[in-house]
């Protein structure tokens, strides 16, 4: 299955989703040096974001949280690719900030955790490779 969304960051990678129906925050909710979700109750606590394409609706919190995405990528524990519903300039920023290929406007209702997925970040194309 083919999804078209509006491509933010350029660049091509094939990963697993790890996915969230909730909006997550970069500062104070995901470790820079682990790439672990620290934020209290949110549904990936405890989940390593690392080496995975990253689902959710959209980023939440503070600015800084552009800064902790980018230092996710120099502790080389970034996500592979980022996929929101509707990404905002936090995790936009961040995400160029790093070269961390991302889509929004994608329907992410249609993507499972666990997911094999294909992204082109300049074409806005997620597929669904199984």
């Known amino acids: 299955m083919m999804l078209q969304g509006r491509g933010i960051s ?11 129906k909730t909006p997550l925050s970069f500062y104070g909710g995901v470790d820079p040096k682990t790439g672990i979700v620290i934020e209290k109750g949110h549904e990936l606590e405890g989940k390593c974001v690392a080496g995975k394409v990253l689902v959710f ?31 905002e300039t936090i995790v936009a920023t961040g995400v160029i900030l790093a070269g961390i290929p991302a889509v929004d406007s994608v329907d992410i209702s249609k993507i499972s955790d666990g997911a094999q997925l294909k992204l082109d970040g300049a074409k806005g194309t997620v597929e669904i490779v199984e």
């Not at 919190?61 to 980022?82: E, F, H, M």
């Open 10 to 20: 350029p660049g091509i990678v094939e990963g697993t989703a790890i996915v969230s």
């Open 57 to 87: 609706p959209n980023g939440k919190g503070s600015t800084v949280g552009s800064y902790v995405i980018y230092g996710l990528k120099k502790y080389d524990k970034a996500p592979l690719a980022i996929i929101n519903q509707k990404m």
